[in-house]
């Protein structure tokens, strides 16, 4: 019953996720809160590993953010005009690709490094699958009502 209960709240979750898919701002903001709501479920974090760790995730979200609005800003844009870029500037962007993803893997490793006095080893690797089955549903979510709609 009570796995029941929780598969529930998933699934309300999820499409009043996919139901506020058309307001950007307020749609972001409920999907991080199912996201905390979601990870802090499944990996059971206690209510003292959650007072120290929520600062500590939000801090490496933060982070992420900044680098994949670098990665919009510097690569995405000039990837769509691959043709026309010269083979210097396309090394250059290379580069770029590279230190970006340099950035992404450092953040990560910093963020799991932190993390470590905080959550157990098992609660991390917890934490880990729970942000990729978090991304599936809701990108699955959003497929559903594409083609729905």
Same mark, same amino acid.
């Given at each position: ?18 139901? %506020? ?26 209510? %003292? ?36 870029? %010269? ?63």
């Amino acid at each position: 019953m009570k796995i029941m209960i929780k598969n529930l709240f998933i699934v309300l979750a999820f499409v009043l996720v996919s139901s %506020s898919m058309t307001a950007q701002g307020p749609a972001r903001e409920r999907i991080r809160t199912l996201k905390i709501a979601f990870i802090t479920e499944r990996v059971n974090l206690t209510s %003292s590993e959650a007072q120290n760790f929520w600062p500590i995730y939000n801090a490496y979200e933060a982070k992420l953010e900044t680098i994949r609005r670098k990665e919009r800003l510097e690569l995405r844009s000039r990837i769509a005009f691959i043709e026309e870029l %010269s083979s210097n500037e396309s090394a250059t962007l290379l580069q770029q690709y590279n230190t970006i993803q340099k950035a992404k893997y450092e953040a990560e490793k910093e963020f799991l490094e932190e993390i470590r006095d905080v959550i157990s080893p098992k609660k991390t690797l917890l934490l880990l699958k729970a942000e990729e089955d978090f991304k599936k549903r809701l990108l699955q979510q959003m497929r559903k009502r594409r083609n729905s709609g």
